[in-house]
């Protein structure tokens, strides 16, 4: 997916107000310091509209109003500044957050397996939207494909500074006897770094327990990859022939050098052979993603199977596994290749991801979904979007659907958390919040949004629903892995006894494993 990308601690964006001011002063050094602070994904176009609500000539909600520059009084201007060059106050950055759905969740299974073995993660590996969407949410469901939009917020304990949390469902997960077929390539890794515990051995348990609960009328085929690349099995129907697929998977062996690139060819040409009309056809890469052979890079890796990608919809599901896990590389090509990531440290996490997220993981309801915040400037001084750095799409790109989003299965959330600086006193509409998707059949286009007004705000983090705390700490933990500074981020300590009495209040066995991650990483210190 191409993507405008901004650096890590720049990642405010501040609004000027349309109420007159004479803070010139302040404006002028707020403008100085846009150097150090995030704007939210780049210049978007604005509507012309007074109406935070209104519709545009497609029918959908527009963004907020647009802000002009001021003048030396600190007025609205429509034209240009006046005043010497010296004198004039730069347009400040705009007010609409645009980015690329990510339903990964890798960064925080290999942040959980890290600190396990007594070890902080590398702060360059901590994605916190992959935090923050590794817990179940309880948003309201579509009927059918697409999404449904929930946006809700919590003062937290620092002045003026609030969390807002923007939510999207795909609908339930239709049961295993009424998803449509897959055709299955599944790329294995069997180079010598697979061959610690944990690795190729939790690979191929998984890919048995996987293939016993796939239907007969799925297909499956096996590539493997070291040096060399090797098609092991051709694309294959289950019903009759498991027992081949079972065979295939008990010969694996770990052999030498790491040739990733040549997997993913090999991969994306054996599973356009084997493609399948009708079919949700995706290619399932398992990797510690340690390439050190051929090509290792993740762009020119990806062009060499662009027509395979784009032409036939052919889809990336990349698994990581390993203690020594090549995070970075496994992550881009998930995100370029239309796809998504998990990590699997052990055998609950793999009976996860192969068994009960088996439909998420290989269907489809939703294809270059993307979603926009327009934040209302008359409310809103600044804003944050927590994580996504390495999804953002610029803002005119929202309804361009060249420009590749997310690919997004059913039973699938997806949470993206905003830190946001409300103006003292200030009252009303605050966000608004679109996604726009196509259809995995026919590609056409949708959108649905959702509204968050000031008065709506939960008065504090501890007043808010459970799901919302939880969000809230993940993303805090994430915050302190990767030494930003988050506001209202509480330390370690209370991250932690929060995160118990959560984990005591909803019996979530995924809440109990953040807090004891928090634990961990206390110990680390």
Not at 119 to 126: F, G, Q
Request: proline share 4%; charged share 25%; net charge negative.
């Amino acid at each position: 997916m191409e993507t405008d990308r901004t650096r890590p601690g720049q990642e405010y964006a501040h609004h000027r107000t349309r109420k007159p001011r004479r803070l010139r002063a302040t404006l002028l050094a707020l403008t100085a310091a846009g150097g150090l602070l995030l704007t939210a994904c780049g210049a978007g176009g604005g509507s012309d509209s007074n109406t935070s609500n209104a519709t545009d000539r497609t029918g959908f909600p527009a963004p907020a109003p647009a802000v002009t520059s001021g003048g030396d009084d600190g007025s609205e201007q429509d034209g240009e500044q006046t005043g010497t060059p010296d004198d004039k106050i730069a347009p400040l950055p705009d007010y609409l957050s645009t980015f690329a759905l990510d339903v990964d969740t890798a960064s925080y299974g290999y942040a959980r397996r890290a600190l396990a073995e007594g070890r902080r993660p590398d702060p360059s590996t901590i994605r916190p939207e992959e935090f923050v969407n590794s817990f179940r949410q309880d948003y309201d469901r579509p009927d059918g494909n697409g999404f449904t939009v929930t946006v809700d917020g919590a003062r937290t304990d620092q002045s003026d500074w609030s969390l807002v949390r923007v939510g999207l469902a795909t609908r339930t997960a239709d049961s295993a006897a009424e998803r449509p077929p897959a055709a299955l390539t599944f790329v294995i890794d069997v180079s010598g770094s697979m061959s610690e515990t944990g690795r190729l051995d939790l690979a191929k348990k998984s890919l048995d327990e996987m293939t016993d609960r796939l239907h007969d009328d799925d297909s499956v085929a096996l590539v493997t990859f070291s040096d060399e690349a090797e098609t092991v099995l051709p694309m294959t129907r289950l019903g009759g022939h498991r027992g081949q697929v079972h065979d295939a998977v008990d010969e694996l062996e770990t052999q030498s050098a790491t040739n990733l690139g040549a997997g993913v060819e090999t991969g994306y040409a054996a599973a356009t052979e084997g493609l399948r009309k009708g079919a949700t056809n995706r290619v399932v890469l398992i990797s510690d993603g340690l390439a050190n052979t051929g090509d290792t890079n993740a762009d020119s890796i990806l062009d060499r199977i662009a027509h395979e990608r784009r032409d036939h919809g052919i889809t990336l599901f990349g698994v990581g596994v390993g203690s020594d896990y090549g995070d970075a590389l496994m992550e881009k090509l998930a995100d370029k290749g239309d796809g998504h990531t998990a990590y699997v440290a052990n055998d609950a996490d793999a009976h996860k991801v192969f068994v009960d997220q088996l439909p998420q993981n290989i269907d489809l309801t939703a294809r270059d979904a993307k979603a926009q915040v327009a934040f209302d400037p008359e409310t809103v001084a600044q804003f944050r979007l927590i994580g996504y750095e390495d999804r953002k799409v610029a803002d005119d790109d929202f309804r361009n659907d060249k420009v590749d989003g997310g690919e997004i299965g059913p039973g699938h959330t997806v949470t993206a958390l905003y830190a946001v600086r409300i103006r003292p006193g200030a009252d009303g509409h605050l966000a608004t919040a679109s996604v726009r998707w196509l259809d995995p059949n026919t590609r056409a286009p949708h959108e649905e949004s959702g509204q968050l007004e000031t008065d709506a705000l939960h008065d504090s983090l501890n007043s808010a629903p459970a799901t919302f705390q939880v969000t809230a700490v993940a993303a805090y933990f994430a915050d302190t892995l990767r030494s930003t500074e988050l506001p209202g981020n509480v330390g370690l300590g209370e991250l932690a006894s929060r995160a118990h009495t959560l984990a005591k209040e909803t019996e979530d066995k995924d809440v109990r494993q953040l807090a004891e991650a928090i634990d961990e990483a206390r110990r680390t210190d």
